[in-house]
């Protein structure tokens, strides 16, 4: 598995979870269609880090909202920036231009007309957020 399709299937996982209280191993296992021999170790640590990591978070997505609230925010767009602020803040060996642009990607797969440029908006804010500290 890709990094791209390690991306892709931790958005699942974390839109189910936020759908769904479960184990997020069973999230994991839904989205690799029930084969757990297919997992990915950058796959589990994305999701187990965006998961350990949620409040930290959460509370960047919020700081780099415009009259937004996290909450209003589609699940599938809270699910990609969840995976995008954890990459961005915790996996530093992964350029933060490489993470947007994923992002991006993902939103225009899964998102809605203008959630690619919402992500972009808000992820743009967070690398700015990020290179100041």
Not at 70 to 94: F, P, Q, S, W
């Given at each position: 598995?890709?990094?791209?399709?390690?991306?892709?299937?931790?958005?699942?996982?974390?839109?189910?979870?936020d759908?769904?209280?479960?184990?997020?191993?069973?999230?994991?296992?839904?989205?690799?269609n029930?084969?757990?021999e297919?997992?990915?170790?950058f796959?589990?640590?994305?999701?187990?880090?965006?998961?350990?990591?949620?409040?930290?978070?959460?509370?960047?997505?919020?700081?780099?909202?415009e009259?937004?609230t996290?909450d209003?925010?589609?699940?599938?767009?809270?699910?990609?920036?969840?995976v995008?602020?954890?990459?961005?803040v915790h996996?530093?060996?992964?350029p933060t231009?490489?993470s947007?642009?994923?992002?991006?990607?993902?939103?225009?797969?899964?998102?809605?007309?203008d959630?690619?440029?919402?992500?972009?908006?808000?992820?743009?804010?967070?690398?700015?957020?990020?290179?100041?500290?």
């Amino acid at each position: 598995m890709n990094r791209r399709e390690a991306r892709e299937k931790a958005l699942q996982a974390l839109f189910q979870l936020d759908i769904n209280e479960q184990n997020p191993q069973d999230a994991i296992i839904h989205v690799l269609n029930e084969d757990a021999e297919k997992t990915d170790q950058f796959l589990e640590q994305l999701v187990y880090g965006a998961i350990e990591h949620k409040e930290e978070v959460d509370q960047i997505i919020k700081n780099n909202l415009e009259n937004w609230t996290i909450d209003r925010i589609g699940k599938i767009d809270r699910a990609i920036l969840r995976v995008a602020v954890y990459e961005m803040v915790h996996e530093r060996t992964i350029p933060t231009n490489v993470s947007i642009n994923e992002a991006i990607e993902l939103a225009k797969i899964y998102g809605d007309d203008d959630s690619s440029k919402f992500i972009n908006s808000v992820l743009s804010k967070v690398k700015d957020q990020l290179a100041l500290e």
